[in-house]
């Protein structure tokens, strides 16, 4: 049995919460002999600062660059709202998808059966909805330059940011729209601001050109990523995969997220080129929600995205696709028995604790798997 090494940075706030309920399933899956891995922890984000005063230390990016996956909590909080920008907490995890070269970013919304009611749309706007929101992650506006602040006197100042695409860029991550929507129900809506924006332009005809010649199976549509939004909230089921640039992808997988009831429900995958030889991938694995820092310490975090996040390592780094969807039954069933973390509960339901969730989650899995 080959084994998978893994490096766990479970950050700031809820981040070392969320990832104990990880450890707790890695350390069950070693125990039975499912699948064998090493575990190693390293700081990130605040916590790192705290410790080495930058945002994540070479020691711990040496150890990223050799872990089979990486597990990501979260960064960030008002403690460092003071600290230098380029050690602030959310620097640690933009030098981890760049150095690691993660430039695709995978995020699911799922509603769960048990919690249509839980958003803030009606049930049968959400209810069975499944879309995978494709966003590219290592271009575009966060990463372009010049990237600067330019005093102009008179009490005036200059921003700028620049928005950078070439054309390799968006061929590659239309590549793992298109081959996850092949897997799905077959239809990849792109969306830009080629009205307005010349990177828009650009990225509608390579998309447009990369579905001409080797994705003729899969339907096409591009819609303006604000009118996507839209369309996000009227009517989210229209949408199978969503394939978008860097800012868009931001903000359209955060409304995406929120259609399902809870930010503290999404997982995501992050995931560079595969190697030719080895065919294996560098990846990152987090969920969608931040570090919640008024909740920290308290019992209180949702850890299921934590958990789903690691479902996704099964299912993306390893071959493990049956263990995953255990992982993904393990939580819906679980729901669907009434336990709810704070974020999510509602009357009639019963509330339990981050630990709680996680113990129940990993007995659900352990019967699946009997």
Avoid at 290 to 319: E, T
Avoid at 324 to 350: E, F, H, N, P, Y
């Amino acid at each position: 049995m080959a084994t998978h090494k893994l490096l766990l940075l479970p950050g700031d706030g809820i981040g070392p919460e969320v990832m104990a309920e990880v450890q707790r399933v890695i350390d069950w899956l070693n125990a039975q002999g499912i699948a064998k891995f090493e575990t190693e922890q390293g700081l990130v984000g605040g916590s790192a600062y705290d410790a080495h005063k930058v945002s994540i230390s070479e020691g711990d990016m040496a150890k990223a660059n050799a872990a089979d996956a990486v597990i990501f909590g979260a960064v960030g909080g008002p403690k460092w709202d003071s600290v230098p920008y380029e050690v602030r907490p959310e620097a640690g995890l933009l030098r981890l998808r760049k150095d690691l070269g993660l430039f695709a970013n995978l995020r699911p919304a799922v509603c769960y059966p048990a919690l249509a009611d839980a958003s803030s749309l009606k049930r049968e706007v959400v209810e069975g909805l499944d879309i995978m929101i494709v966003r590219e992650l290592t271009g575009g506006v966060y990463f372009g330059e010049p990237k600067t602040i330019t005093d102009l006197g008179n009490g005036q100042k200059r921003a700028i940011d620049t928005q950078v695409y070439d054309t390799f860029e968006i061929e590659r991550i239309g590549r793992v729209a298109f081959d996850l929507a092949r897997k799905r129900k077959n239809k990849v809506t792109s969306m830009e601001k080629r009205n307005v924006m010349k990177s828009g332009v650009l990225w509608n005809e390579v998309m447009t050109q990369v579905h001409a010649r080797e994705y003729k199976d899969v339907t096409l549509e591009h819609q303006l990523a604000d009118s996507g939004g839209m369309n996000l909230v009227k009517t989210p089921k229209q949408f199978d995969v969503i394939v978008t640039d860097n800012l868009f992808g931001d903000m359209l997988s955060d409304i995406a997220a929120m259609l399902t009831g809870s930010l503290g429900l999404l997982p995501s995958a992050s995931l560079g080129k595969e190697d030719a030889k080895t065919k294996e991938r560098k990846a990152l694995y987090e969920p969608v929600h931040g570090s919640a820092p008024d909740i920290a310490g308290k019992g209180l975090a949702n850890p299921i995205a934590m958990i789903a996040s690691f479902g996704m390592a099964l299912r993306y780094s390893f071959g493990m696709g049956d263990l995953a969807d255990k992982v993904d039954a393990a939580i819906a069933a679980v729901l669907a028995g009434g336990l709810r973390t704070a974020d999510i509960k509602s009357q009639g339901t019963t509330p339990v604790s981050t630990a709680q969730m996680g113990e129940a989650i990993l007995k659900e899995l352990q019967q699946l798997h009997a």
